[in-house]
């Protein structure tokens, strides 16, 4: 399984807006991805998963994903993490 740790950098964190885009990108990958805060772990392909972590900009977050393609997933999702103007 890859991992990858992120600073959410979008002025609003993971809600609403970034966070549907977030589990979009997330479901349209073929396997298993996993959002982390802290000593949480949820689907990421779930809107109401991601949205109980409530996530605040300047949080950090691990992102994971198993198979093939799973650095491309993460990365992607990473920008949207990052992305300041959603």
């Given at each position: 399984?890859?991992?990858?740790?992120?600073?959410?950098?979008?002025?609003?964190?993971?809600?609403?807006?970034?966070?549907?885009?977030?589990?979009?990108?997330?479901?349209?990958?073929?396997?298993?991805?996993?959002?982390?805060?802290?000593?949480?772990?949820?689907?990421?392909?779930?809107?109401l998963s991601v949205m109980s972590?409530?996530?605040?900009?300047?949080?950090?977050?691990?992102?994971?994903?198993?198979?093939?393609?799973a650095q491309e997933i993460l990365?992607?999702?990473?920008?949207?993490?990052?992305?300041?103007?959603?």
């Amino acid at each position: 399984m890859k991992e990858l740790t992120v600073e959410v950098k979008n002025p609003h964190g993971l809600h609403a807006r970034p966070a549907a885009l977030f589990v979009q990108k997330a479901a349209s990958f073929g396997g298993p991805v996993l959002l982390v805060k802290e000593d949480r772990e949820v689907d990421a392909k779930s809107i109401l998963s991601v949205m109980s972590l409530g996530i605040e900009p300047g949080q950090e977050i691990r992102l994971r994903a198993d198979g093939e393609g799973a650095q491309e997933i993460l990365e992607a999702l990473k920008a949207i993490a990052e992305d300041t103007s959603i």
